[in-house]
């Protein structure tokens, strides 16, 4: 590589570095781990074991931060003095193209991380899928993104935990709701909250035609602190009936399934992991809870707000953030970001993090203090 394609690299860096300072906020950064140090030294701090391990999370977090930015830093000059030690006046080592490469790739995924900084981001997520119009076709649909997310979780060193799960009539899903257990879990599955579409020749079609068929993807944080929402009775219809989930000895042996509708907003959650209806129905009102308390929180931001899911358009033509593309060529694109992957398949297997971290860096840093 010639001496002026790696200077340029390092001025790249040199203000990638910089721009990460600036959106880390040193200064804000200490202030806070000096507040959470506080309150992790008084006696009383594991009284509420929830809340204690949601703040141990924050300071290490930012811990983890800090520290990395600084050896990111110390690298960076290590590989500045490298370069001009450099003898040979047009080529540059080896080494030092070496160095450089997983300094670049390590600052990108720092820069990933600078971005999640937003509530909750840090916490585990909850997929929830629902197939669109149009009965087996989509309800396959639906199954094939679900085992897409349980794949990158796999990847991810991510635990999965399926707390709902409503077979399809023949084949696919009616419905499913999916835990993924991670650091920053939350953080980067937000990115996958749409409507996702399909284009295929339908398996299910005697005729062999091509079908569009489309799934909506919720995603919410799973919420450990206790939410300070009020559930009235009347406002709750409870059903509770057989698990039908994907295997397991429990089951279909006892009516130990939950699921919860609140009456006012529409909304519906259920649950069936657990061996016990108490248990499901403690995480349906958890989920709730949770659904309920990001609509409160929009609508104190917008005047207009409207339901919770508002944002999350219409689950069919032209609303859709990403196209799975199966015939005639194969093809996945990202509606908000341009980004087109032909390895449809790495796709199906998980590998989503182009799309991920290409919609996490179009959104703007904000301090998260």
Not at 65 to 78: A, M, P
Not at 162 to 190: F, H, N, V, W
Request: charged fraction near 25%; hydrophobic fraction near 35%; aromatic fraction near 10%.
């Amino acid at each position: 590589m010639e001496k002026y394609e790696i200077n340029q690299i390092l001025q790249n860096l040199h203000q990638n570095l910089q721009d990460l300072k600036q959106a880390l906020d040193i200064k804000k950064t200490n202030q806070t781990i000096e507040k959470l140090n506080y309150a992790m030294q008084k006696e009383d701090f594991w009284k509420y074991p929830q809340k204690a391990v949601t703040i141990s999370q924050q300071f290490n977090d930012l811990q983890d931060k800090k520290t990395t930015l600084e050896t990111l830093k110390q690298n960076y000059l290590d590989l500045e003095t490298l370069f001009n030690l450099n003898e040979s006046p047009n080529k540059t080592s080896a080494l030092l193209e070496e160095e450089l490469k997983n300094l670049t790739k390590a600052v990108f995924d720092f820069k990933i991380k600078i971005f999640l900084n937003q509530s909750y981001d840090i916490n585990n997520a909850i997929l929830l899928f629902h197939p669109g119009a149009g009965g087996t076709e989509s309800q396959d649909w639906c199954e094939m993104l679900f085992r897409m997310y349980q794949k990158y979780a796999q990847k991810k060193n991510f635990k999965t935990e399926i707390l709902d799960y409503q077979p399809g009539e023949g084949a696919g899903i009616k419905s499913a709701t999916l835990l993924i257990k991670g650091t920053y879990a939350y953080g980067y599955l937000k990115a996958e909250k749409g409507v996702h579409r399909l284009v295929r020749i339908s398996p299910f079609d005697a005729n062999s035609k091509r079908h569009t068929s489309f799934v909506a993807c919720d995603v919410l944080p799973e919420i450990n602190e206790e939410i300070k929402i009020n559930l009235k009775t009347e406002d709750l219809k409870i059903d509770v009936f057989r698990s039908s989930g994907a295997g397991g000895q429990h089951v279909n042996t006892t009516d130990s399934a939950v699921r919860i509708t609140h009456l006012p907003t529409g909304l519906v959650v259920g649950c069936q992991n657990e061996r016990s209806q108490i248990k499901n129905k403690e995480k349906a009102l958890q989920m709730l809870k949770t659904k309920l308390f990001q609509l409160a929180s929009k609508k104190q931001k917008e005047e207009n707000a409207k339901k919770f899911q508002s944002d999350q358009k219409e689950n069919g033509w032209g609303s859709q953030i990403r196209s799975y593309v199966f015939h005639p060529y194969k093809m996945v694109k990202d509606h908000r970001t341009n980004q087109e992957i032909f390895q449809l398949e790495q796709v199906m297997d998980g590998n989503i993090d182009e799309f991920i971290n290409g919609y996490l860096t179009k959104i703007p840093i904000s301090s998260p203090h």
